[in-house]
């Protein structure tokens, strides 16, 4: 019992330890004007779930489909759940609530 303890202990440290604080800096985009002058723009980089999005709903279908085909079904319920709330993610992700996304063309000189 003890040994499980240490053994979970010792791998959230190391994985603490690994991990870098990582900070995310502003991206700068320029434009340039018919007239020569310059214009920078800054915007922050898009969260995990803007940048992930599809793979994070489809995660979170299969996981609850899961549990719930487990609690329901035993065993032999969680492999069926499972299918059934990835497809329940990617039906929901690509064509319930389809996101759009704008391309902004960049012209260089």
Same mark, same amino acid.
């Not at 599809?54 to 035993?74: F, K």
């Given at each position: 019992? @003890?040994?499980?303890y %240490?053994?979970? !202990? &010792?791998? !959230?440290? #190391? /994985? ?7 900070? %995310?800096?502003?991206?700068?985009? +320029?434009?340039? !004007?018919?007239? =020569?002058?310059?214009?920078? %723009?800054? *915007?922050k980089?898009?969260? &995990? *779930?803007?940048? $992930?999005? $599809? #793979? +994070?709903?489809? #995660?979170?279908?299969? =996981?609850?489909?899961? #549990? %719930? ?5 035993g ?6 759940? /499972?299918?059934?709330?990835? =497809?329940? =993610?990617? /039906?929901?992700?690509?064509? @319930?609530?389809?996101k759009? $996304?704008?391309?902004?063309?960049v012209?260089?000189?």
């Amino acid at each position: 019992m @003890l040994k499980k303890y %240490v053994t979970t !202990f &010792f791998l !959230f440290s #190391l /994985l603490a330890i690994m991990m870098p604080a990582m900070t %995310v800096s502003a991206q700068t985009r +320029s434009r340039y !004007f018919d007239n =020569g002058s310059q214009r920078r %723009v800054s *915007y922050k980089k898009p969260s &995990f *779930y803007r940048r $992930h999005r $599809h #793979l +994070s709903n489809i #995660l979170i279908g299969t =996981g609850a489909g899961a #549990l %719930v085909g487990g609690l329901i079904g035993g065993r032999r319920g969680v492999g069926i759940g /499972l299918l059934a709330g990835a =497809g329940a =993610g990617a /039906l929901y992700t690509y064509k @319930l609530n389809p996101k759009t $996304h704008r391309y902004y063309r960049v012209y260089r000189q």
